[in-house]
């Protein structure tokens, strides 16, 4: 059975600090793998990972992924009290994405 | 920026009765999809569209489900007859030429079944 693993499922943390986050995958016929940034509503495009071993990398936030070992991370530095939110993974299988139950970043002032 | 549009934004329904969620999809998008997120728990795939058809659908997305892109612009999500699990918030995303393009997610809407 397809499967896409995250952890931490939540993590308390304070401004400044850099946080990793995991997602794991068990999917046949794997193309792509997303993250996305769930605050209210909307899942909210961070990243998109084809490739092992490229950086992806926005402002504070990167992302890799590994094909070999079917994980991605994705790192943020210096975080803010705006990056609180539910952080998700979704892997691609040509016409149709699984998402990870997400992690829920708390970041604190 | 072009984006996803999804109405209502909140649907209230009784037990039983038919819904016609609507979207709008990213205009040049060419895959559309369905989803579903029950409070406080993961978003399910319900089902991909394109060329005017199901690419692929989930073990959730049943006789009851369908779906039509009536005029080359809307992208609708059909539930013939609602039942108290199908309360949910349901979004709609699209993306572009390849099947691996980000996709796009509406802002969605919820779903409440009484």
């Known amino acids: 059975e397809d499967k896409v693993v995250q952890s931490p499922l939540s993590l308390v943390v304070h401004e400044g600090d850099t946080v990793t986050l995991n997602c794991s995958y068990e999917v046949t016929n794997f193309r792509s793998l997303l993250w996305y940034k769930q605050e209210k509503k909307a899942p909210t495009f961070l990243f998109m990972l084809t490739s092992s071993g490229i950086e992806k990398k926005s402002g504070r936030l990167s992302s890799i992924l590994d094909k070999k070992e079917l994980f991605s991370i994705l790192n943020i530095t210096a975080t803010q009290t705006g990056d609180s939110a539910v952080y998700l993974c979704?892997?691609?299988?040509?016409?149709?994405?699984?998402f990870g139950s997400g992690t829920k970043l708390n970041v604190k002032p | 920026e072009p984006e996803v549009t999804q109405t209502p934004s909140h649907q209230v329904t009784q037990m039983g009765q038919e819904v016609i969620l609507r979207c709008v999809p990213i205009?040049?998008?060419?895959?559309f999809y369905w989803y579903r997120q029950i409070l406080g728990q993961k978003v399910e795939f319900l089902v991909s569209?394109?060329?005017?058809?199901?690419?692929?659908k989930s073990e959730i997305f049943d006789d009851q489900f369908s779906v039509e892109r009536p005029d080359g612009s809307n992208f609708t999500l059909k539930i013939r007859s609602t039942k108290l699990e199908d309360s949910a918030m349901y979004f709609c995303?699209?993306?572009?030429?390849?099947?691996?393009?980000?996709?796009?997610f509406g802002p969605g809407t919820r779903l409440t079944v009484l």
């Open positions: 979704a892997v691609g299988n040509f016409n149709k994405f699984y």
């Open positions: 995303a699209s993306s572009g030429l390849e099947r691996t393009d980000t996709q796009y």
């Open positions: 569209f394109y060329n005017n058809e199901i690419s692929e």
């Open positions: 205009s040049n998008h060419l895959y």
